[in-house]
Structure formats: C-alpha cells, structure tokens
C-alpha cells in the first residue's frame, strides 16, 4: 500500500569495501537489496551490531555469517585480525523494510571480508543462498522473482545454490538469457568470482 | 485526540549547536520537529542514549546516523574524537509524542556533527532523508506535507532526498514557492549547506 | 507448504570435526540434523552462542551438553582445556527451520567432543537421545520416522537409547534390516562407536 518497498532498483552503481549486493523475495516480488558494512570502533572479542529491522533469523544469519568469516578470514590472510579488533555495524536499507530469512548468508560474509580486506567485490555481481557455520551453501526460496529482480538492476552476474539449479534451469529461456550464473556449494566457490585477482 | 501533535510550529528561532530542525509526516499532516543532542558524559566507546518516545527504526536510524558520523568527522578533522570519548543523548521533543520511521537520518547526522564541531548549522534550514550507512541519502514519504510545514514554520532553505525530486516537482507552484530547495543523494551534499564556511 | 523443510536428505558426504549428524523428528515425518560446531575466539569461562531457530528445551540441551561435555574431556584428556578457553558457536541447519526437543542431546555432546579433540566422528553414523547432566541417555520420541530416514540418508551406524529398544524392535523387518544399531543407556557407551581407536 502507497510507497513501493524498494523505490530504487539499484541503490549503488559501484560498491565500495564492505557493501554487497543481495536478493530478496517478499511478497511483492523479488528485488536487489545492500548489505553495508563499516567499522565502527574498537572491540576486544570482535563485536558486531545489525541494523534494518532485521527479523531473528536475520540476526541469526549474522552471528553464522560473522563466525565462518572470522575462520575464513584466518585461512586466507592469517595476519588479518580485523574481524577480532573491531566492532562491525551492519545495515540493510531500507530502514523501514522489515527484513528475515536466513537467503542472505553467503552475501553478508562477502560484505565482511571486503570490509576486512578493504577490497571492493566485483561489480555488478549479486547473490544469495543459506550459508552454514561451515560454509556449505544451502538452497533458498524465489529463485525465478530473484533473477528477475536481478536483471531489472543491471546485474550481470549471480551466484545461485548448487541445490537450486533446477530452479534456474526451469525459467524460460528469456528469463535465463544475458545473466552469467555460477552454481555454488561452498562459500570458497564464492571467493574467486566476488575477488578475482 | 485531544492535544495536538505538535503545539508550537516553530520550537527554536536559533538552534544552537547540536540542534537541527527535520521534517515530519504524521497522520495528522506535516510538522518540523527539531533534534536536540547533548554530551553527557565520557564514554570509552562512544555511546549514546535517545529519548522522545522513539520506535525501533528510529531507534536505529539512530545507530546508523552515529556510526556514520563518526566515520565522516574522522574524515573531516582527524583529532576530533568528540564521539568516540563522550557519551551523547539524543531527545526529540515533544516528549509524549510518539515518533518512529527513518526519515530523521539525515537530521541526526547533521545534529551530531554540530555538536561534535560546537557549530551551530545554517538558520532556518531542515531537512529530511532516511541515511544509508555509508552515507547515502534514500527518499522518504509525506514530501507535500513537509514542504508546507517548513513554510509553515518560516523555514527558507529545505534538504530533500534526489529521488523525490519528482515528488517535490509535481506540488502546485504556490507551495513550492518562496523556498530554497537543495536535492541530495549523499550526506556529503548536506555538508556545504549545513556548515557554510 | 510450498518449499520442503529438508531439501537435502543428507548435507554432509563426509564429517569435519564439530559436525555429527542427529536424527529429527517434525511433523512432516523423520529427518537426518546436522549439528555443526566451531570455536569463534577465546573466552575465559568457555562460553557458547548457539543458532538455528532453536527453541527454549533444545537451548536448554545444549546448556547440558556443554557442561556434561566439560567433565568428560577433562576424565578423558585431563590436559585438554579446548572448552574452557574457547569461545563455541553451534549451529543446527536449515536457519529458517525451527528446532525444539531434548532429543539432540547426546548428538550435542558428540559434536562438541569432536571439535574439542580435532578429530572427525566414524562416517555413516548418527544418532538420537536425551542427555542427562550425569551422561545418562534417556528415550526419545519418533523412532520409527528417525530410522527411516536415517537410511533414506545412507546413514550404516545408529544409536538410540537402550530404553526405545522395544520401539526398534517392533518395527518391520524391512526397516530393521540393513542398519548396524547400538542401544546405548550412557554417554560413555557412544565413545567408542563414535571415536573408534
């Protein structure tokens, strides 16, 4: 009723370190949604806050999200102690949007290791899907209302679930067209497609 | 019922430092409603507190504003370090009037920033804008009634978000006459507007 | 409706150390649960956080787990101190799916061992009970789902409590058939089946 959810179909045209383009579904359909990432001060055990009226699962997906990144984080660059040092906020506009689902995983670790690397992702990129405390990728919901939502943004690029995939290859070809996908089910699938070096 | 929301169309005829007049939209119309900030104490880690009856997304919008600022202060005066070793309060008359939506995002960061710099902002300035944590100025509702308030209350210059550019341009001419209007798509737009030099 | 709650009957070919696969029961029938563990930081008191849409009773179980866990390791490896110096997240997948019951109990405690001692669990097992505080197993609900599903999942190795033995054994001969099964009436009867030496 009144005002469309997300009134932008593209909030940024290039993402600094530390933002990261999802995709949700609700029930108006599927749209492109930011995680944003900053640090925001000192903290001892590696803090985090969340804001966007995030639902509990949402918050969940976070503290999931923050504790696979901070192992991830210790693998790639074992001298990187960002994620232990400082306090993150994490906000998902818009502000008034409710938001849950857990889809968001494997976007909210991308937002955290490019803010800890201070390393922009690639352009155009988006993604979504379940991620577990090992950084398996889990199957998610509304996979035709997100590429829709996708290229209606100008993306060029997603990451979808391994476990999705049949949902993908279902669309009509008009749907599927001038997209490159990439099936994933392991976060460091992820790495070299959102980083390539 | 009753009292009206908002008793006095003008609560400050010069705000000082800390002080910013927003815009907002109640079911009862338009209104300015001026954001108050004061420190209170020392902090290590740069706390806040707020009152006036606030709901949870402003209670956020709140969180977001800070952690933003305190980027954005650092940035602009490297050894301001006024957020990060006092403790804030943040009140929003009037105190028994419920209050709650992002809009104030744009209002807070400019409150905050006055108070850190201990400079009063431009006179007879408001604005509305919900904020994205890295700064990104998002449209917000109500843009008719808010115009008409801020005239209402001898407002000259207003603040709008670029995406409702369209919104203030559709509003017949006498309303939107007699008014300086500045559209902005990031926080750093405000700046210049806010803090002439 | 609409999506299944598992849309994978078995996540995990193989199990990392911290990952032990539970048996649940919902309305929709029996399930395998993996319960994923992993240490996130240091912690002084051995603290815990857990996800997965869990509710009070399974908080509860892990509460129990971790502290029936503790006394174990300390009677097995009196010089490993893993649980009381590292900070644990448990996480039981799908997020969005919610999770109640006492039965992952001694699923809990196997998981935690594992993690505690870097090594993986015997491949091809779960397993379902109650935990007491003092390692007793007690009876759980949905053995006939559970089985099923454990062998939908190619699971070779169950244990269930000594006191479902009856519930086994009144399942059909085509159930029963094709699994190893142990009824254990003690934490300290799973020791050996899930860390053979």
């Given at each position: ?17 530390g933002?990261?383009c ?13 995680i ?75 937002a955290l ?19 577990s ?38 669309l ?26």
């Open positions: 009723v009144g005002k469309p959810i997300f009134t932008s179909d593209r909030m940024y045209q290039q993402t600094p370190p933002v990261v999802g995709l949700a579904w609700t029930a108006m359909g599927g749209s492109t949604l930011y944003e990432s900053s640090a925001v001060g000192e903290s001892k055990r590696g803090a985090f806050e969340a804001t966007g009226r995030l639902g509990d699962v949402m918050k969940e997906s976070i503290q999931i999200a923050h504790s696979y990144c901070k192992k991830l984080l210790t693998s790639l660059e074992p001298g990187n102690t960002f994620l232990d040092t400082n306090r993150v906020h994490l906000h998902i506009p818009e502000g008034a949007t409710p938001k849950d689902g857990p889809s968001a995983g494997c976007t909210l670790v991308t290791l490019s803010l800890a690397r201070d390393q922009p992702v690639r352009q155009d990129l988006a993604m979504t899907g379940e991620l405390l090992t950084g398996k990728i889990l199957p998610v919901g509304g996979i035709k209302e997100k590429v829709i939502a996708a290229k209606r943004a100008d993306i060029k690029i997603i990451c979808l679930p391994e476990e999705n995939r049949k949902d993908f290859d279902d009509p070809h008009f749907i599927r067209e001038g997209i490159e996908v990439h099936f994933v089910s392991h976060y460091t699938d992820i790495l070299p497609i959102a980083f390539p070096s």
